[in-house]
């Protein structure tokens, strides 16, 4: 009876320390809340978010500020996916009307990509909370861009919630965008892998003078607790899909590995199987010896099963691919970005009849806008050889690591 009683304290003690370090995490919505909302008084206010904007208790900051009794809550701003999250990626989203409060929402990925004169005209300031997943492609981190050029022509205040950078602040990884290759999926110059969270990018923004028209009037909410070593699995929060494709934390790295490979669209990522963007394949690959050949790289940090699929929907629906899933074995060691170019090298000396680079010339340019530079593709398809590429990717790494510290908020 005494080693039962024992084990089920053990249990709850257990229980209660997994869920007080859960708390220990305060973003910052969580520090906002807390402070009373102080920040937001006597302002009308336009929410930028989506369902990832949330409390350490899965309450929608939208619900929050709409029933707090010192917050003007006046419009809803969606990004790519919507407030609601019900928008596949690349399909537009259309302005409406917030169901649950009844509140304005205007589209931030649609005919228009800012906050246009209109719409800002009866809002004092905009706060922006959404998960981001730490890489420059995706495109939140561009809507944060667009907010704040917008506030900065309307003379309206930006107040950043801040969330962890689900990567952690530690790793970064490729080039600047180059002027030729600016779009939405590389809206300003930083490196594919940024390091930063959202309020550090805010910061890194305003600091560097890359917003047009000058300084943003910004307040960035600071979280408590977060440390730049943590992955999200780290701080104990719940994660929240960040898209459809994102459901679980341990997705968020795996968009950096093979997210670049997945806009040439002949080549499986996992997207529409059960694995988005944790997979390799192809018809035309054979399993095991694709997987024999990327772990005699012997990569640091990750490892390759073979896998066999048959994917629901996008590229390779219906049809048996083979190939490989990517495994972290040691996630601090792993150069996240390496692995998908590494990928097309060992398949182009096992299958020099199939080179998706070259097969995809439709997609050359989407491709060369999510790299940030047309060069790295013509560097690498001279040999398909990533050491020849390599360099121009790592180039700008040490100077930005350098810049980037300057804006760091947390150690």
């Known amino acids: 009876y005494e080693m039962k009683r024992i084990a089920i304290l053990l249990g709850c003690l257990c229980f209660f320390i997994a869920g007080s370090h859960a708390q220990k995490i305060k973003t910052g919505i969580e520090v906002l809340k807390s402070e009373n909302f102080k920040s937001l008084e006597g302002l009308r206010i336009g929410l930028v978010t989506n369902p990832t904007g949330v409390d350490n208790n899965l309450v929608s900051d939208v619900d929050l500020l709409h029933h707090a009794p010192n917050v003007k809550l006046v ?31 205007f589209s931030l990925y649609g005919k228009n990509h800012t906050p246009s004169d209109d719409m800002l005209k009866d809002i004092d300031a905009l706060v922006y909370d959404i998960q981001d997943v730490g890489c420059r492609s995706f495109t939140y981190i561009s809507t944060l ?8 022509k309307n003379h309206k205040k930006v107040i950043v919630l801040d969330r962890p950078n689900p990567l952690g ?46 300084k943003c009037n910004l307040e ?13 699995e780290d701080t104990g929060l719940h994660w929240v899909l960040s898209s459809p494709h994102i459901p679980e934390a341990s997705t968020a790295p795996f968009y950096s590995v093979t997210g670049i490979i997945g806009e040439l669209y002949n080549i499986s990522i ?11 394949g ?63 090298q060992e398949l182009y000396k096992l299958y020099p009849d199939h080179d998706p680079l070259k097969e995809a010339t439709d997609r050359h ?32 790494v040490a100077s930005y690591r350098h810049i980037a510290k300057k804006y760091y908020l947390y150690k």
């Open 270 to 280: 996992g997207v529409g199987y059960t694995l988005p963007f944790k997979l390799i």
């Open 365 to 396: 340019d989407m491709f060369d806008k999510v790299c940030g530079s047309h060069e790295l593709r013509r560097l690498f398809m001279k040999r398909h050889m990533w050491e020849d590429a390599k360099p121009y990717w790592d180039k700008d």
């Open 75 to 105: 419009a809803l701003f969606g990004p790519e996916h919507g407030v609601r999250g019900s928008s596949h990626a690349g399909d537009a989203v259309g302005n409406d009307s917030d169901a649950a409060t009844g509140l304005p929402v």
């Open 169 to 214: 602040g530690e790793k970064i990884e490729g080039n600047y965008t180059e002027d030729d290759c600016k779009s939405f999926v590389s809206q300003f110059k930083i490196p594919y892998v940024y390091g930063l969270t959202p309020g550090e990018v805010a910061l890194y923004l305003n600091g560097e003078g890359l917003i047009p028209g000058g």
């Open 220 to 232: 960035v909410i600071k979280m408590k607790g977060w440390k730049r070593h943590m992955t999200y």
């Open 145 to 152: 861009y667009n907010v704040m050029k917008a506030a900065v």
């Open 282 to 344: 192809a018809e035309w690959i054979k399993a095991p010896e694709f997987a024999e050949r990327m772990n005699n790289l012997r990569l640091p940090g990750v490892t390759f099963r073979p896998v066999y699929y048959t994917p629901y929907y996008s590229v390779g629906k219906g049809k048996e691919l083979q190939g490989v899933q990517i495994y972290f074995t040691d996630y601090r060691k792993a150069s996240l970005c390496d692995v998908q170019w590494y990928a097309l």
